[in-house]
C-alpha cells in the first residue's frame, strides 16, 4: 500500500462535525495559498478531497470526500452546498435534499461571516467574533461540501446507544446510510482507509457500532482509524446524563478497539467527566472550555497537524511520506489495536537558530488531548512509544521523515532521542484565519510568533486589539499507548451504573468484556518484551 492513497472521513454527532467543519476550513486555507502560489505544492489534497471539474472551469476544485451524520435540530440553513456541483439556490437544495423544516417563525439569520461568504465578500484577512454567534456547527462552514455529504437524522434524542445501534441497522435507515457511503466510495479509485471521528456523548453514537461493522463486512481489511471524541465540557449537572456518558462511552471504546486498526480518544479535558479532570492548558491560548466554537478548533488544528505524513506528496528517493495503514501499525507496538495519543503545542516557539540552544522537554510546549492516557515522557513498564511528530511552519522545511534539515528539527530529534520516533516537517504553517476563533493572547503576532505584542516596537507584525492571528507554527505527535488508564476508568464507572436502570447481566458482560481487552493488550505488551 502506497503513501497517498485516497481516505474516507466520517463524522458522527455534533461534536465530531464541529471539529471537523474547522479541520475543512483549515484545509481550505492552504489549497487557497497553494492555489494563489504563495507557498509550494508538498500536500496530495487527493487523499482526503474530491477535486471536480463543473460547467468547463478549469481551475482546480475540490469538495471534501465526507460523509457527516447529524441530528436535524443540530443544523441550519446556511451554505453547505459547493456551488460547483449545482446552480440550484443553496436554501432550496438544503430544504429539498436533506428535508429540514423551514418555520415561519423562525427566519434564516447568518452571522457576518456567513453573509460575507454567500455574497462572495468575505476576505480571509477579516476578523470575526463569532464566540457568540456559532450556535450550529454549520454557522461558520467555509469549505463547501457535495449535497451527499450530510445525511440527517431524526427522532434519536431519548434512544440508548442499542437502540441507536438497532435504528441504524433498520433497513430503511441503513439504506439512506449506505447511499451516502458508496457514493464517496464508488468513485474513489481504491479505498486506502477511513478515518472515523465520533461524538461519543451525542444521541446518535450507537451509530459508529453499526459502520464499524459494515465497514468490515464490506470492505474487509481496511485501516481505520478511530476518533472518540468528548466536549471538555461534558453535561454532568445530573446523575442520569453521567451514566449515558459512561454507557455510551464504554460501548463506543469497545467496538472501537473491536473493530478499527487505531483508536484515537481526544477531549481537552484530561480525565473527561471524573471530578478531578482538569482543562488542557497552553502558555499562548486562551479558550472558553464552555465553547465547543473554541475547543474543537483546537482538536481540529492538532488533527491538521497530525495527519500530515499520511496526505503529503509521495516521494520515489526519500521517506517523504507514509500511509495511513503503515502509521497505524508503527503505532501499535503495544499491540495490534492499541489506543493513540495525540499532542500539540500551538503556536510553537522556535528556539534561536544562532545561539545552538536546544530543544528541553518544556520547551516544547506540547500537550497530550487524549483523556486518560500517558503524557509523552511517561514510558510504560520502562518502555517508551514510538511517536511520529510534525513540525509546520519552519521556513525551509520540505515534507520528509528526516532528523537533520536543520538545525530546530536536529535539536528536535535530540530532544526525542530516547524514544523511537519519525519526525515529518512542512514549510506550510497552520492558517488559521477566519473563521477560526481568536484563541491566541497578545504576545503572538499576525503570524503565531511568540513574544510579540502591540507595545511592542520591535515586532512589526504586532497584533492590534480585535485582530487575527493569520497561521501559526505547530509541533504535534501521535504516540502509541495501551489502553489501561481508559479502560480502567470505564470499568470503575461501570460498577457504579444502578442495577434499577440498567441490566445488570448487560453491564457485566461489557465490564468482562473491556477487561479481556485490557487483559490481551497486557499480554501483547509481554509477549513484545520477549521478543
Request: negative net charge.
Amino acid at each position: 500500500m502506497v503513501a497517498g492513497g485516497e481516505l474516507l472521513t466520517i463524522q458522527i454527532g455534533e461534536y465530531a462535525n464541529f471539529i471537523g467543519t474547522h479541520f475543512w476550513n483549515l484545509q481550505n486555507h492552504t489549497l487557497f495559498q497553494e492555489s494563489a502560489r504563495k507557498v509550494d505544492s508538498t500536500l496530495n489534497w487527493n487523499v482526503l478531497l474530491r477535486e471536480k471539474n463543473f460547467n468547463g472551469k478549469t481551475e482546480r476544485a475540490y469538495t471534501p470526500r465526507v460523509v457527516a451524520f447529524e441530528e436535524k435540530f443540530n443544523v441550519n440553513l446556511n451554505p453547505l452546498i459547493s456551488d460547483l456541483e449545482t446552480s440550484l439556490d443553496v436554501d432550496s437544495i438544503l430544504l429539498n435534499n436533506f428535508k429540514i423544516e423551514q418555520k415561519e417563525a423562525q427566519p434564516l439569520i447568518r452571522n457576518e461571516f456567513l453573509q460575507d461568504v454567500v455574497q462572495n465578500k468575505f476576505s480571509r484577512n477579516a476578523f470575526y467574533n463569532l464566540d457568540d454567534k456559532v450556535n450550529y456547527w454549520t454557522d461558520f462552514v467555509l469549505q463547501p461540501w457535495h449535497p451527499k455529504s450530510l445525511c440527517l437524522m431524526s427522532d434519536f434524542e431519548h434512544h440508548s446507544f442499542e437502540d441507536c445501534q438497532r435504528r441504524a441497522e433498520g433497513q430503511q435507515i441503513f439504506d439512506e446510510i449506505e447511499t451516502h457511503i458508496r457514493f464517496f466510495a464508488e468513485e474513489m479509485d481504491y479505498v486506502e482507509g477511513i478515518q472515523l471521528l465520533c461524538d461519543v456523548s451525542s444521541n446518535l453514537a450507537g451509530m459508529s457500532a453499526t459502520l464499524l461493522h459494515y465497514f468490515k463486512d464490506d470492505y474487509g481489511k481496511i485501516p481505520i482509524l478511530a476518533i472518540p471524541c468528548w466536549p471538555a465540557h461534558l453535561q454532568t449537572e445530573n446523575r442520569l446524563s453521567v451514566e449515558k456518558l459512561v454507557w455510551n462511552s464504554s460501548q463506543s471504546l469497545l467496538a472501537m478497539l473491536s473493530e478499527s486498526l487505531s483508536t484515537l480518544p481526544l477531549s481537552l479535558s484530561t480525565e473527561l467527566w471524573i471530578k478531578h479532570s482538569q482543562f488542557c492548558r497552553w502558555k499562548e491560548l486562551k479558550y472558553e472550555p464552555q465553547s465547543t466554537y473554541h475547543t474543537s478548533a483546537i482538536i481540529a488544528a492538532a488533527l491538521e497537524t497530525a495527519t500530515i505524513p499520511w496526505r503529503c506528496l509521495s516521494k520515489d528517493d526519500d521517506n517523504s511520506s507514509m500511509s495511513l495503514k503503515n502509521a497505524l501499525d508503527a503505532l501499535n507496538n503495544f499491540g495490534q489495536n492499541s489506543i493513540v495519543r495525540l499532542g500539540l503545542s500551538m503556536p510553537f516557539k522556535w528556539p534561536s537558530v544562532d545561539n545552538g540552544q536546544d530543544f528541553s522537554n518544556d520547551m516544547l510546549g506540547l500537550t497530550n488531548l487524549s483523556p486518560c492516557t500517558d503524557e509523552i515522557w511517561n514510558f510504560h513498564n520502562n518502555r517508551p512509544p514510538l511517536i511520529i511528530s510534525t513540525l509546520k511552519g519552519y521556513p525551509g522545511c520540505t515534507l520528509a521523515d528526516t532528523q537533520f534539515q536543520s538545525t530546530c528539527i536536529e535539536n528536535l530529534a535530540n530532544c526525542l532521542k530516547e524514544i523511537p520516533n519519525k519526525i515529518f516537517a512542512t514549510s506550510h504553517p497552520l492558517y488559521t484565519g477566519a473563521p477560526f476563533p481568536n484563541l491566541f493572547n497578545s504576545t503572538v503576532d499576525k503570524h503565531g510568533n511568540v513574544e510579540c505584542s502591540s507595545n511592542s516596537s520591535s515586532c512589526s507584525e504586532a497584533r492590534q486589539i480585535d485582530e487575527a492571528v493569520f497561521s501559526s507554527p505547530s509541533l504535534s505527535y501521535l504516540a502509541s499507548n495501551t489502553c489501561e488508564g481508559i479502560v480502567s476508568m470505564l470499568q470503575k464507572q461501570l460498577c457504579k451504573l444502578p442495577t434499577h436502570r440498567y441490566d445488570k447481566s448487560a453491564v457485566e458482560e461489557l465490564h468482562e468484556n473491556l477487561f479481556k481487552f485490557s487483559i490481551r493488550k497486557s499480554q501483547n505488551d509481554h509477549f513484545s518484551d520477549s521478543e
